[in-house]
């Protein structure tokens, strides 16, 4: 079974600018994540997708920070413009759901994608 | 105040010895408890899951909750060197990992 993709792995980039990247679940997990991982710090969760629908985005920067997922199953997070304290890691994660909506209780992460904001 | 503290480390022992890593929250409403092992520049992946309190033993690993004192323990046992990694205690007030709430992470290392 093929895991989470992401892409790219390592993104360097100037303040203000624009940035996307891109992740790709495991095939048939109706649940996405994207967290946000600083130098030292644990995963913080953005946003939460259930197929194509957001679950929770309580956590995302509105202002800066946008996420899609059309189909229901890839899914791209923006930031624009960017800020020096967006230099992170950048995890996506899925997970599926069992038969009468039971969540699974294991979440499976991608590499990441490394963000440096000079 | 965080919701929920880890000592970041690092932590550094022999191979063999016993590791204990800690984690302790705030937040009455977390019922579900988890251990994730991040090796450096890769994801995180799950060690344990634990839902009441008490111990949950697993190969050589056994997760403890003891929810009265909000605090939960992993435990090591013949530490190995591909141990070595971050291992992140994350927590949820919802079934199904959903909405986790991660520590910092300690930083592990075991030396031959």
Redesign the interface.
């Known amino acids: 079974e093929a895991g989470v993709a992401q892409s790219p792995r390592y993104k360097i980039i100037e303040k203000r600018q624009s940035v996307a990247f891109w992740c790709n679940p495991i095939s048939g997990h109706a649940t996405l994540y994207w967290y946000q991982q600083i130098l030292g710090q644990g995963p913080k969760l953005l946003i939460q997708f259930q197929n194509n629908g957001v679950v929770d985005d309580s956590q995302l920067p509105k202002d800066r920070f946008s996420a899609e997922r059309l189909k229901g199953v890839d899914s791209t997070l923006k930031i624009q413009p960017a800020k020096l304290e967006d230099s992170a890691v950048y995890l996506c994660a899925s997970s599926h759901i069992r038969p009468g909506l039971v969540y699974s209780d294991t979440q499976y992460f991608g590499p990441g994608t490394r963000l440096t904001v000079l | 105040q965080k919701e929920?503290e880890?000592d970041?480390g690092p932590l550094s022992v022999p191979e063999g010895a016993i590791v204990s890593l800690n984690c302790t929250y705030s937040n009455s409403a977390f019922q579900?408890f988890?251990w994730y092992r991040q090796y450096s520049?890769?994801?995180?992946?799950?060690l344990m899951?634990t839902y009441s309190s008490g111990n949950k033993e697993d190969g050589r690993f056994t997760a403890q909750v003891d929810k009265s004192s909000k605090y939960i323990s992993l435990f090591i046992r013949d530490s190995q060197p591909s141990d070595s990694a971050t291992y992140?205690c994350?927590m949820s007030s919802i079934?199904?990992?959903?909405?986790?709430v991660?520590?910092?992470?300690t930083r592990l290392t075991i030396n031959p």
């Open positions: 929920v880890q970041p579900y988890m520049r890769k994801g995180p992946e799950l899951y992140l994350a079934q199904g990992a959903q909405k986790l991660f520590g910092q992470g």
